[in-house]
């Protein structure tokens, strides 16, 4: 009887840990998800910036990766944000701010556009 009620507490104690440990894990990730900042690439592959519209928030990272066989730069349509000369196999990154410029080109290849979309999230 008294081994039956230890087995009992015990299994009791073992499902209300394993459910405080799936809600912990649980709210984990809903918090990640809002306050953890991400990191995004961007390739530039054939001279086009992949993908072309990128969303992203204010504190996340951007790196561009350069896999052509020549230099390109990350630049803003107004200046405002500039890589310079991302060589071949290089790559360039920057935090995104609020109220960053979001149209971005190559100086070397002005049909080489791309844009960013600034979330609030
Ligand atoms: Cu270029």
């Known amino acids: 009887m008294l081994v039956g009620f230890i087995i ?20 984990r ?5 809002d306050s ?3 990191e995004h690439i961007v390739e530039i592959r054939n001279l086009e910036f992949i993908p072309k ?4 928030a204010p504190g996340d990272t951007i790196i561009w990766i350069n896999h052509d ?6 630049t803003a ?15 360039w990154q920057t ?8 149209t971005y080109f190559c100086r070397y290849h002005p049909s ?6 600034i979330v609030s999230r």
């Open 36 to 38: 953890i900042s991400k």
């Open 29 to 33: 990730s809903v918090k990640s998800d």
């Open 53 to 56: 519209e990128l969303v992203a």
């Open 95 to 102: 935090l995104v701010k609020a109220n960053m410029h979001e």
């Open 77 to 91: 349509d107004d200046e405002s944000w500039d890589s310079d000369l991302v060589e071949a196999e290089g790559q």
């Open 8 to 27: 009992l507490s015990l299994r009791t104690v073992a499902v209300i840990s394993a459910v405080t440990v799936l809600l912990f894990i649980s709210l």
């Open 112 to 117: 080489m556009k791309a844009k960013l979309r």
């Open 69 to 74: 066989i020549i230099p390109h730069t990350v």
